[in-house]
């Protein structure tokens, strides 16, 4: 146990200390999510009237409905960005000394996962604290602080742990765009961040609803909005685990010795088939 903790702390502390000395990947997680507050929110801000409903009690101004949405960007966006990492460390040849330390190969996975969740947290956080100097202030604090804390950490690890899936998949770097525009984008605008699900069935799109209904990410954003107000957010914390366990057993299967990235480790990046 001692060992799987030295471990966890060396591989978090490798992880923080490279974001640290990577001022610009801070500032653009926190401007991108800004620049939708400051303009899209202002825009649209007489455009989507929110109107009464869970989890509100009273009519809110439209950029105070999509921060939550925002915060779950800025936690996709970073643990879309992980998986970025894990391809650039395993081309290089980290992953493969990494996983060939003397512990179980999901423990590895764990730490990098949990080292992706605590920057995407302080990421969120930073968001949160400028967001507050502009004007968009959320209920975070009060008994409703630990479901909160809960709900953000729990969207971290689900997201964190789509990335660490999306790594076994992609084999080099040059195939990572084109990868996250197909997951980013559609998981983003196909789920409750920037409107309510009532309006897309009023409007009539039932398939972006239907869509939107089953979106691992909308339940992450959900949790996250119904947890500040202290309600009920129904199925959604299930969702969330749920995905979260899944994600993480596939990659962690993708990483076995035996198959997925595990095979390439055996006979290095520039092997025979």
């Known amino acids: 146990m001692t060992h799987a903790l030295q471990a966890l702390r060396a591989i978090v502390l490798r992880e923080v200390m490279k974001f640290m000395r990577q001022t610009s990947r801070l500032a653009s997680a926190v401007v991108r999510p800004l620049l939708w507050l400051a303009v899209f929110a202002a825009g649209f801000r007489n455009v989507f009237g929110v109107a009464i409903n869970e989890?509100?009690?009273?009519?809110?101004?439209?950029?105070?409905?999509?921060?939550?949405?925002?915060?779950g960007m800025v936690l996709l966006f970073n643990g879309m960005q992980s998986s970025l990492?894990?391809?650039?460390?395993?081309e290089m040849g980290l992953m493969r000394l990494l996983l060939t330390?003397?512990?179980?190969?999901?423990?590895i996975l764990f730490a990098k996962l949990s080292a992706t969740a605590l920057l995407s947290l302080l990421q969120a956080a930073a968001f949160?604290?400028?967001?507050?100097l502009l004007g968009t202030t959320?209920?975070?604090?009060?008994?409703?602080?630990?479901?909160?804390?809960?709900?953000?950490?729990?969207?971290?690890?689900?997201?964190?742990?789509?990335?660490?899936?999306?790594?076994?998949?992609?084999?080099?770097?040059?195939?990572?765009?084109?990868?996250?525009?197909?997951?980013?984008?559609?998981?983003?605008?196909?789920?409750?961040?920037l409107y309510p699900l009532w309006k897309l069935e009023e409007s009539g799109a039932e398939w972006v609803w239907w869509i939107a209904r089953f979106n691992p990410f909308t339940h992450?954003?959900?949790w996250m909005r119904f947890a500040l107000y202290d309600k009920d957010p129904g199925v959604a914390p299930y969702v969330v685990l749920g995905t979260?366990?899944?994600?993480f057993a596939a990659a962690?299967?993708?990483?076995?010795?035996?198959?997925?990235?595990?095979?390439?480790?055996?006979?290095?990046?520039?092997?025979?088939?």
Not at 85 to 90: I, L, N, S
Not at 176 to 185: P, W
Request: proline share 11%; net charge neutral.
């Open 55 to 71: 989890p509100y009690d009273t009519y809110i101004p439209y950029d105070v409905y999509i921060a939550p949405g925002l915060v």
């Open 85 to 90: 990492a894990m391809v650039y460390d395993r």
């Open 101 to 107: 330390a003397p512990l179980p190969r999901w423990w």
């Open 128 to 132: 949160v604290a400028v967001a507050a």
């Open 138 to 193: 959320l209920p975070l604090w009060g008994p409703q602080t630990p479901m909160v804390l809960l709900a953000a950490v729990s969207a971290a690890l689900m997201l964190g742990a789509l990335g660490l899936l999306l790594s076994v998949h992609i084999k080099q770097l040059e195939n990572f765009a084109g990868t996250m525009n197909f997951v980013i984008f559609p998981m983003y605008f196909m789920s409750t961040a």
């Open 220 to 222: 992450a954003v959900e």
């Open 244 to 247: 979260l366990a899944v994600c």
């Open 252 to 273: 962690a299967w993708g990483y076995d010795p035996q198959r997925g990235f595990g095979a390439l480790t055996k006979r290095g990046p520039g092997g025979p088939p």
